[in-house]
T-cell receptor, first 117, second 110 residues
Framework: GAVVSQHPSRVICKSGTSVKIECRSL??????MFWYRQFPKQSLMLMAT?????????EQGVEKDKFLINHASLTLSTLTVTSAHPEDSSFYIC?????????????FGQGTRLTVV | QKEVEQDPGPLSVPEGAIVSLNCTYS??????FMWYRQYSRKGPELLMY????GNKEDGRFTAQVDKSSKYISLFIRDSQPSDSATYLC??????????FGKGTLLTVNP
């Protein structure tokens, strides 16, 4: 099946610093990628939809200036958590669809566990 | 009412049992239905994918979608300890934005 690679898998940063997470589709092109956040024992909550070559679409309640999304190519989207604080500590997961195939499922990356200290 | 309702469990069964997991939803625009398996601290892994109503079988797994009742199910036959994980239902409309259930934690005891 299609492979989505997410990096890093784990990161610890100091409060006030920024962290960049990468999401790559390895064997297909994805015009759209999705970013989710998951708190312990909770479900995945969609944060934003990343569109190649245009601005991301953010879900209600998600600060676009804090969670910067860049989708510069058909195989790469990045999420930057700016001025991170301990409450941003969470599991961040990206997903992507093969835009060349209709009615297909989304594949997920391995996730990034962010801890802000 | 939440868009997708899923009993979080936990659910504990003996090895070899048939497991039944289900979700209900309220948004009639949903047309893509998925089941994901998630191990602790890992990304979700797609198990089953169904477009619109009907049944789909893959090995020990069977997914059912009843759009008239807004109800989807996942059945696991001959459950194994390696099936122990959190199972998430997810669904979307034509925009492919997934809405997830809370997940059901399953433990299969040897």
């Amino acid at each position: 099946g299609a492979v989505v690679s997410q990096h890093p898998s784990r990161v610890i940063c100091k409060s006030g610093t920024s962290v960049k997470i990468e999401c790559r589709s390895l064997d297909f092109q994805a015009t759209t990628m999705f970013w989710y956040r998951q708190f312990p024992k909770q479900s995945l909550m969609l944060m934003a939809t990343s569109n190649e070559g245009s601005k991301a679409t953010y879900e209600q309640g998600v600060e676009k200036d804090k969670f910067l999304i860049n989708h510069a190519s058909l195989t790469l989207s990045t999420l930057t958590v700016t001025s991170a604080h301990p409450e941003d500590s969470s599991f961040y997961i990206c997903s992507a669809r093969d835009h060349g195939r209709a009615n297909t499922e989304a594949f997920f990356g391995q996730g990034t566990r962010l801890t802000v200290v | 009412q939440k868009e997708v309702e899923q009993d979080p469990g936990p659910l504990s069964v003996p090895e070899g049992a048939i497991v039944s997991l289900n979700c209900t939803y309220s948004n009639s625009a949903f047309q893509y239905f998925m089941w994901y398996r998630q191990y602790s601290r890992k990304g979700p892994e797609l198990l089953m994918y169904t477009y619109s109503s009907g049944n789909k079988e893959d090995g020990r797994f069977t997914a059912q979608v009843d759009k008239s009742s807004k109800y989807i199910s996942l059945f696991i036959r001959d459950s194994q300890p390696s099936d122990s994980a959190t199972y998430l239902c997810a669904m979307s409309g034509s925009n492919y934005k997934l809405t997830f259930g809370k997940g059901t934690l399953l433990t299969v005891n040897p």
